[in-house]
C-alpha cells in the first residue's frame, strides 16, 4: 500500500515545529528516523494531514552531561549510541542495548526519542530506560517540562505527549562504578519484536536496584525497589536469592493471565539478574 496523501513541512528549530503542530489541530504527525512511522503510514494505520520533520532540527541531535545526567537529544540515533559518538552512562550499558535493536539499517535511521514517542511495549528502549531511572524532557510552544518514563508512557503505543509537544530529549542518570546492569529480551530470531524483556540496575554495595519487566502489552512492570525480589534486602550474592513468586504476583496485577507467558518473563528476567551479578549467560535469546 501507500500512504494517503499529506502535507510535508521541514522546521528549522523547536518553535517552528510547535508551531506548526500547534496550527494543524491535532491532524500531524512527528517524523523522526520514520522506523515506525514509515509503516504505519504505508499500511495506513494512520492517516495526518501533516507530517513535521524533525530530523533537521540540530537541538535534537545534540548530547551534553548536566551534573551526574546524561542528556541524549531524541534524534540521536541507535547507531549513534551503539557505535559511541554519544556517551554511555556506565560501562557498556546503553550501546549495548542499542546495539541489539532490530537491525543496523534500522539503527542507522532509528531514533532514541521516536522508539520512545511510539511507546510500543517490546521496544528496547522503553525497558532498559525505565531501569535506568529516566526522565523525559518535553517541549512546546509554552514552554518544557520534564517527565518520569512511566507518566510518560500511558499505555501500549500511548503517551502523555498533547498535539502541539514534541519530545526533545532523554534524560539518564550517570550510574555508580559499583551498580551493575542486566538487560535480556527473548525473540525467537535476531531482529524480531521481543516477547518478553528483562532488565535490572542492581548495586549490591549499598544495597539498592530498579528491575523491570518489559513487552508485556502495556507499559513496563517496574520495581522501583528491587529488593522485594530478593526477600526483602539486595547484597552480594543477590541473583541466588531472585523470588519468582513475587514477580509471578506482580504479573498477575498487572494483567498477564496466561501462566506460560508469566514464566516466559519471569525467567528472561532472572537471566537479566544474573547477567547484572556478572555471570556468564549461555543465549540471551533462547527461548525459556
Not at 525505565?130 to 509554552?142: C, K, M, P
Amino acid at each position: 500500500m501507500k500512504a494517503s496523501r499529506f502535507a510535508l513541512e521541514r522546521p528549522r528549530d523547536l518553535e517552528e515545529a510547535g508551531a506548526l503542530l500547534a496550527g494543524a489541530g491535532g491532524l500531524a504527525k512527528v517524523l523522526a528516523g520514520g522506523q515506525s512511522l514509515g509503516p504505519m503510514l504505508n499500511l495506513r494505520l494512520v492517516e495526518p494531514a501533516l507530517v513535521v520533520d524533525v530530523s533537521g532540527v540540530a537541538e535534537l541531535r545534540r548530547f551534553d552531561h548536566e551534573g551526574g545526567t546524561l542528556v541524549i537529544g531524541a534524534c540521536c540515533t541507535h547507531a549513534d549510541i551503539e557505535d559511541g559518538r554519544v556517551p554511555d552512562v556506565g560501562a557498556d550499558m546503553l550501546a549495548r542495548v542499542a546495539s541489539g535493536i532490530a537491525y543496523r539499517a534500522v539503527r542507522n535511521r532509528g531514533t532514541i526519542g521516536g522508539s520512545l514517542s511510539h511507546a510500543d511495549p517490546a521496544a528496547d528502549w522503553l525497558s532498559a530506560l525505565s531501569a535506568l531511572g529516566a526522565t523525559v524532557e518535553i517541549a512546546s510552544r509554552s514552554g518544557r517540562h520534564r517527565l518520569a518514563i512511566g507518566d510518560f508512557v500511558t499505555g501500549a503505543l500511548e503517551t502523555s505527549l498533547q498535539a502541539d509537544e514534541v519530545l526533545a530529549a532523554v534524560r539518564i542518570p550517570m550510574v555508580p562504578e559499583t551498580a551493575r546492569f542486566g538487560f535480556v529480551k527473548h525473540a525467537r530470531k535476531v531482529g524480531e519484536f521481543a516477547h518478553a524483556i528483562g532488565a535490572a540496575l542492581i548495586d549490591p554495595e549499598r544495597g539498592t536496584g530498579r528491575c523491570v519487566i518489559g513487552a508485556i502489552d502495556a507499559p513496563p512492570l517496574v520495581f522501583p525497589d528491587a529488593s522485594v525480589l530478593f526477600g526483602g534486602s539486595i547484597r552480594p550474592g543477590f541473583a541466588s536469592e531472585f523470588d519468582r513468586s513475587v514477580a509471578d504476583r506482580a504479573l498477575i496485577d498487572a494483567g498477564v493471565t496466561d501462566p506460560v507467558a508469566r514464566h516466559v518473563h519471569i525467567e528472561i528476567l532472572r537471566r537479566a539478574v544474573i547477567q547484572a551479578e556478572g555471570e556468564p549467560l549461555v543465549e540471551t535469546r533462547a527461548a525459556a
